[in-house]
């Protein structure tokens, strides 16, 4: 059983690398890992992924030895730990809006005497039962890890309650959601999301949690972690495709008159 790179990381104090994927793109794990990130998170509340796509991704994480951080598009107990089974070292939740759901998902993900997890063994977090640790038990629920979104003015209420729940170690910011719902921007430094941030922070410190959310640019990312913030994505397959073509499109701008002009220079008229 492979250890948490991220809980590595978020254990020693520092920042933990993560980027995002939406779509089953092969190379990414290597890649990320190639470029020194602990995690990457997949997309699947906003993107459709099928059960073999999955499987296969989660495969070539640990190929690359690298995190996933799965988000799943139900919060139903058996397919959140069969996640865990296949291979994702994390699990993140979105709209987890009090202590009580929080405490739920605990009990999903998390073996006895913590939770009430469902014991197989024979999964590929456990070497399909022939490599199984003798403390595979403990070794899951302590290299495993459960990061709850906090992206409602309802759940901010009660982000001191769910910080405080034993066996959450993340809360993860969604600012798309959470701006959207107070009416301001999803900035960083948007005066209101400031706020925000900090009553997470603040709820994380009190309890020994961390905390984090996306980010757009590396003044973004050195601002969070100055709030404390250790749990960070930047980096995704959407944001830098687009980027990169917005990039391309305007290398190629012009290139009708450049073309044009070289048939006439060259007598050849198109």
């Known amino acids: 059983m492979r250890n948490s790179k991220v809980l590595a990381k978020l254990r020693a104090g520092e920042v933990a690398r993560i980027c995002s994927l939406g779509s089953p793109i092969a190379f990414m794990p290597a890649l990320a890992a190639h470029f020194q990130y602990d995690g990457i998170w997949l997309d699947g509340e906003h993107r459709a992924w099928n059960a073999t796509e999955l499987e296969t991704m989660l495969g070539r994480h640990h190929a690359a030895d690298m995190d996933c951080v799965w988000r799943p598009p139900t919060k139903e107990k058996n397919a959140l730990y069969r996640a865990l089974e296949d291979g994702a070292t994390g699990l993140m939740i979105p709209h987890v809006g009090s202590a009580d759901q929080a405490q739920a998902l605990v009990q999903a993900i998390k073996f006895p005497p913590m939770g009430d997890r469902g014991f197989c063994g024979g999964g590929r977090d456990a070497d399909y039962w022939v490599g199984k640790p ?33 066996g959450v170690e993340v809360l993860f910011l969604g600012p798309g959601d959470m701006s959207l719902r107070l009416g301001c921007t999803a900035g960083v430094k948007d005066s209101q999301m400031l706020e925000v941030q900090k009553k997470i922070a603040e709820a994380c410190a009190r309890h020994g949690k961390h905390w984090g959310r996306p980010v757009g640019s590396a003044a973004d990312a050195a601002a969070l972690a100055e709030m404390g913030a250790r749990f960070i994505s930047h980096g995704s397959d959407f944001g830098g495709l687009y980027g990169h073509l917005e990039a391309c499109s305007r290398d190629l701008e012009g290139l009708n008159g450049v073309a044009a002009k070289a048939a006439q220079d060259s007598g050849r008229l198109y």
């Open 134 to 166: 003798a403390d595979y038990i403990q070794r899951a629920n302590a290299e495993t890890f459960l990061v709850v979104q906090i992206e409602t003015p309802q759940a901010l209420e009660q982000v001191d309650a769910i910080a405080a729940v034993p």
